[in-house]
């Protein structure tokens, strides 16, 4: 059986299956972005501007196809997968609209005479590797700045979302991309590792797991390549003080059942002061208990199943394990398929495998501490650095707390708060680099300096 197919995992069934592809057509795609790359990077920006444009504008024509395609490859509901399909349209649309500030020369003061400038550059075709979470978000936010910058891509996409791989290609293409700026492959992850040696590819991005982003790091590095990691984590959430609890509860809820519980920078630890913990965890534990996961085809499903029954399986041992362990269950704790009940374990100690892993699904932690020292050094002792969350109605808390936290963010008082100027990314184990954003446009650029007498 092919390693590209399709299976819904509300049903398990088999739907489509995708051939891998041959070495020779690897080397066809490889070919083609690396002679793209060659014209598309001296296109003056306002062209390039106005085929991403077009991209986007792709994006929502066939939003409903796109986001039915998502539904039934990983379970997202089909709710949240519109949202997705519009989230991906306006982050490529943002790169579209800020292309002038991308590509325009840096001027700097300089100590002789003349001038001098750091002028952006391309540097050519560029590998991305993409998860399976996000089959629309996560391929924007890399091939977008890119684009603009002037680089062409080769996209290889998880083997459960060939169908969206397949789709992302024609929109690209229809778009007016030059043939080679935007292909996709059914790669192997050894076909992979040799995209990545190949002397035509200047650089490669990887949004998956520590394991993942570990192996092609080194092979990135052996070959002396660029390469930007977006990797796990295991978000704290921290409940210092509130005005309104019963708020900052359904902001707990909607960050941890957020893409089924299957985002990097979801909520996964919630960390709450001794005089709130009851009532919070009291509160947190009734409404995570009255979410059923239903079918993701309709339209007011909140909570679809997990991306595979695999990953369900996953999910259930890392309870298990944590009860067996001495963790107290909640809520939860059980599986039917590939859907997984709201889960939430607490009386979790250091000693327990489940206080260093991270939940991929909606299963949480809730732990009690005593004040804010405590809370930060909690919400440190992880691998993990990617997003964090604090809520607090005492604003220099909310500054102290802030510094404190090792992450590569912090939102303060709000949750499911991305957007395209923002930039994403972490620090530790959850990666290296930072996507959105006029940072994602630095990544893979050639800062030339321009020196004239």
Aim: proline content about 4%; hydrophobic content about 45%.
């Amino acid at each position: 059986m092919t390693e590209y197919a399709v299976v819904n995992p509300a049903t398990g069934q088999t739907i489509a299956e995708y051939d891998t592809f041959t070495d020779a057509q690897i080397e066809d795609a490889v070919a083609r972005a690396s002679s793209a790359a060659r014209t598309w990077g001296r296109t003056p920006p306002a062209e390039r501007a106005g085929v991403i444009r077009r991209i986007a504008e792709l994006h929502r024509e066939r939003r409903d196809e796109f986001a039915a395609i998502i539904v039934r490859e990983m379970g997202k509901p089909i709710a949240a997968a519109v949202g997705e399909v519009d989230f991906a349209a306006d982050i490529v649309e943002f790169y579209a609209d800020n292309i002038d500030r991308i590509t325009s020369d840096q001027p700097l003061d300089i100590l002789g005479e003349g001038t001098a400038v750091v002028r952006r550059a391309p540097l050519g075709a560029l590998l991305g590797i993409m998860p399976w979470n996000f089959p629309a978000y996560q391929v924007a936010r890399f091939a977008a700045p890119n684009l603009a910058i002037g680089n062409t891509i080769i996209l290889k996409h998880a083997p459960q979302c060939p169908e969206s791989a397949a789709f992302l290609e024609r929109i690209y293409s229809d778009a007016g991309l030059p043939d080679g700026g935007y292909v996709n492959v059914y790669a192997t992850n050894d076909q992979a590792a040799a995209i990545i040696a190949d002397s035509r590819i200047q650089g490669v991005s990887i949004t998956g797991s520590e394991r993942a982003g570990a192996a092609v790091a080194e092979v990135a590095g052996r070959n002396l390549k660029k390469v930007a990691l977006e990797l796990g984590g295991s978000d704290p959430f921290i409940v210092l003080s509130a005005d309104d609890l019963d708020a900052v509860v359904q902001a707990a809820v909607d960050a941890r059942i957020d893409n089924n519980g299957q985002s990097c920078n979801g909520a996964k630890r919630f960390i709450v002061v001794d005089g709130l913990y009851d009532e919070f965890a009291l509160k947190f534990t009734q409404k995570l208990a009255a979410i059923e996961a239903e079918d993701p085809t309709h339209e007011d499903t909140v909570l679809g199943p997990l991306s595979s029954l695999a990953a369900a399986e996953r999910l259930q041992q890392q309870v298990d394990t944590a009860v067996a362990q001495g963790a107290t269950l909640l809520t939860g704790g059980t599986r039917d398929g590939a859907f997984f009940a709201p889960t939430l374990l607490a009386d979790v100690t250091p000693d327990m495998d489940v206080y260093r892993e991270e939940l991929f699904g909606p299963a949480a932690v809730v732990y009690r501490v005593a004040d804010e020292d405590a809370a930060v050094a909690l919400a440190n002792d992880t691998s993990f650095g990617l997003g964090s969350y604090v809520f607090t109605t005492d604003a220099a808390q909310a500054e102290r707390v802030a510094d404190a936290i090792e992450a590569g963010m912090v939102y303060v008082n709000l949750v499911l708060a991305d957007s395209p100027e923002l930039p994403f990314g972490g620090v530790k184990r959850s990666g290296t680099s930072r996507e959105l954003g006029l940072l994602a446009a630095d990544e893979f650029v050639n800062k030339k300096l321009v020196r004239i007498a």
